[in-house]
């Protein structure tokens, strides 16, 4: 149901630009998230995204590089990943935050995880 695009290989300090694109259902109505899984790591959250779009949040890591948006519209949630490093290596997944007992960034408040799209910046 969402469909994560946009990865592929980088030099560090390049640019990328991800998409997620949700089918069968709206997800519009619904803050989002973008988490990045490394090798042999466990998933961590990278930014989220209000309902509206008006507030946004992000991980300490990705502060100042990284813009999530979105455009309800298109039931589409963005990610602008800029000076890419190559610790940002990772497959990058998308989700809905559909629970609230936790903060934004706790991975067990999101549901519908796409296949994810892997971003490769090597050293």
């Known amino acids: 149901q969402l469909q994560a695009s946009g990865g592929g290989l980088v030099q560090a300090g390049g640019s990328l630009r991800l998409s997620c694109a949700a089918s069968?259902?709206?997800?519009?109505?619904?803050?989002m998230g973008w988490f990045r899984q490394a090798p042999g790591k466990e998933r961590e959250f990278a930014a989220a995204?209000?309902?509206?779009?008006?507030?946004?949040y992000y991980a300490d890591f990705v502060k100042g590089r990284f813009t999530i948006s979105r455009d309800n519209a298109k039931n589409t949630v963005y990610l602008q990943m800029n000076s890419l490093r190559p610790e940002d290596t990772a497959v990058y997944y998308c989700a809905v935050r559909r629970r609230y007992s936790g903060g934004y960034d706790y991975v067990g408040n999101y549901d519908y995880w796409g296949q994810g799209t892997q971003v490769t910046s090597p050293a």
């Open positions: 995204i209000s309902v509206s779009g008006g507030t946004a």
């Open positions: 069968g259902r709206t997800f519009s109505t619904s803050p």
